[in-house]
């Protein structure tokens, strides 16, 4: 079977760093795609990685292994804004989008 | 820019009633995707469509219906609710399904099935 794995949730302190793993078994790997949502809201792209590596932007970071499966999302000086829900989603070999549970972040003060 | 439009976005039905979810992109794009979105899990694909004319299933179609008659246009039906229905529904489009065209979503429909 397909299965996306990300913790259910993580706490932080605003202007810290957080990083948000995601481990992956698909049929086939095309690409992986982390989105932020916040609640009540629609998820927006954050991210997409399909070598391995680092791909940064901004105070928002994502890495991928694909022999290993794993990506992260590494979030920078973080702000209150940044309490969210991250969702990983990785593309498989039919080019469909499986989704990951979504790890709720947690700022405080 | 409006993106992606859901209509309605709140809604209660009793079971066995029928409705129809709209979506309208205004991004040309050719593939759209409803999805539902259920507490503790991902985000999951119920139809999509790669162009005009098209339709697919998705990975849990069972009890609904699709239609894309128009490019900009993607309608989800509901032909007998269920609670099991019960969820919040998320329409995408995308320009295409490869290399690193992300999903662009509309703000979501929250329908509750009494």
């Known amino acids: 079977g397909q299965n996306i794995d990300q913790p259910t949730e993580m706490t932080a302190t605003e202007g810290a760093i957080v990083q948000i793993n995601c481990t992956y078994q698909t049929s086939g790997f095309n690409g992986l795609f982390w989105y932020q949502q916040h609640a009540g809201e629609a998820p927006t792209f954050l991210s997409y990685?399909?070598l391995d590596g680092l791909e940064e932007k901004g105070r928002f970071s994502s890495f991928l292994s694909r022999s290993k499966g794993y990506s992260y999302l590494l979030l920078k000086e973080l702000q209150m804004k940044d309490s969210a829900s991250y969702l990983c989603?990785?593309?498989?070999?039919?080019?469909?989008?499986?989704w990951g549970a979504g790890t709720k972040l947690i700022i405080k003060p | 820019n409006a993106g992606v439009t859901q209509t309605p976005k709140f809604r209660v039905l009793k079971t066995g009633q029928s409705m129809t979810l709209l979506c309208a992109q205004d991004?040309?794009?050719?593939?759209m995707y409803w999805y539902r979105q259920d507490p503790g899990m991902g985000l999951r694909l119920i139809h999509y469509s790669v162009g005009e004319g098209t339709t697919a299933k998705g990975e849990v179609p069972d009890g609904y219906n699709v239609s894309r008659l128009k490019k900009q246009n993607f309608l989800l039906g509901l032909e007998s609710a269920a609670p099991s229905q019960t969820s919040v529904y998320f329409c995408?489009?995308?320009?295409?399904?490869?290399?690193?065209?992300?999903?662009?979503f509309g703000d979501g429909t929250r329908l509750s099935i009494l």
């Open positions: 995408a489009s995308s320009y295409s399904s490869g290399d690193s065209q992300p999903q662009h």
């Open positions: 991004m040309n794009h050719e593939y």
């Open positions: 990685n399909v």
């Open positions: 989603a990785v593309q498989d070999s039919n080019y469909q989008l499986i």
